[in-house]
């Protein structure tokens, strides 16, 4: 199953802090045993939402909104496609995973429709 991982955005995230040079070096051994393991389809950082555009739409109107948007805690910071056997499986590697901010954070984990779910698309 193929699953997104989010990084959510923190208030350090959104005013564009980068993460220590010690936070890099361990997130990138942890993206190299992912892709040793076989899980690693993608990875990658978001610049802070104020550099960011929302597109909202009601029936033929589309509104331009420009970022920052709010609140931080509802926004992704970076994310990961994953291969996995299952929920569990990635549930695994999250734990496993180096706190991707300073202080504290939060992951969420979302399984992609696949064709073949038996609840369809």
Do not use: Y
């Not at 709010?70 to 910071?77: C, E, F, K, N, S």
């Not at 569990?88 to 073949?116: F, T």
């Amino acid at each position: 199953m193929r699953v997104l991982v989010l990084v959510k955005a923190t208030e350090d995230s959104e005013r564009g802090l980068l993460p220590s040079a010690e936070m890099f070096a361990a997130m990138g051994r942890f993206n190299e045993a992912l892709r040793e393991a076989g899980v690693l389809v993608q990875a990658d950082g978001l610049h802070p939402s104020s550099r960011g555009k929302r597109i909202a739409f009601d029936g033929p109107s589309r509104t331009v909104v420009d970022g920052p948007f709010a609140p931080p805690r509802a926004l992704v910071a970076g994310f990961w496609l994953w291969d996995v056997e299952d929920m569990d499986e990635a549930v695994a590697w999250v734990k496993r995973c180096p706190n991707p901010m300073p202080g504290p954070s939060e992951i969420e984990i979302r399984p992609l429709h696949e064709l073949a779910d038996p609840e369809g698309l």
